[in-house]
């Protein structure tokens, strides 16, 4: 059994920073590909990013690559999401997920366990 909490969302103003970050616990956490994705009222859950279990490789969806920034620490079984020039867009539930695979999806159903959501509203 896997457990995953996100911590760190809030309410900020458009152009801020936000640092979200995911704990771990259970099962190994540190051979697996970590991801983020967000969920916004009405809309679809909506990947955000992924990173390998090294940390060697991420992936960004479009409308938050060159914003946003994920890295992990496999010692502290964490995974961060560091959200810069934070839009209104950006509301939603963030969520950490964990992979059934070795590679790096997009796709929401390839991810096995996930966290209860943290939120984030940017609001002026």
């Known amino acids: 059994q896997v457990q995953l909490v996100e911590s760190g969302g809030g309410v900020v103003q458009p152009g801020d920073s936000l640092r979200l970050s995911c704990a771990a616990s259970?099962?190994?956490?540190?051979?697996?590909?970590m991801a983020w994705f967000r969920q916004a009222p009405g809309k679809e859950r909506e990947f955000v990013a992924a990173?390998?279990?090294?940390?060697?490789?991420?992936l960004y969806g479009d409308s938050v690559k060159g914003r946003f920034s994920i890295s992990r620490d496999n010692a502290k079984n964490t995974v961060y999401l560091q959200m810069n020039s934070l839009k209104p867009e950006d509301t939603a539930v963030y969520y950490c997920?964990?992979?059934?695979?070795?590679?790096?999806?997009?796709?929401?159903?390839?991810?096995?366990?996930w966290g209860q959501g943290t939120q984030v509203t940017v609001s002026s």
């Open positions: 990173i390998t279990w090294t940390g060697g490789s991420t």
């Open positions: 997920a964990r992979s059934i695979y070795s590679y790096m999806s997009m796709d929401r159903d390839e991810y096995d366990y």
């Open positions: 259970g099962r190994t956490f540190s051979n697996y590909v």
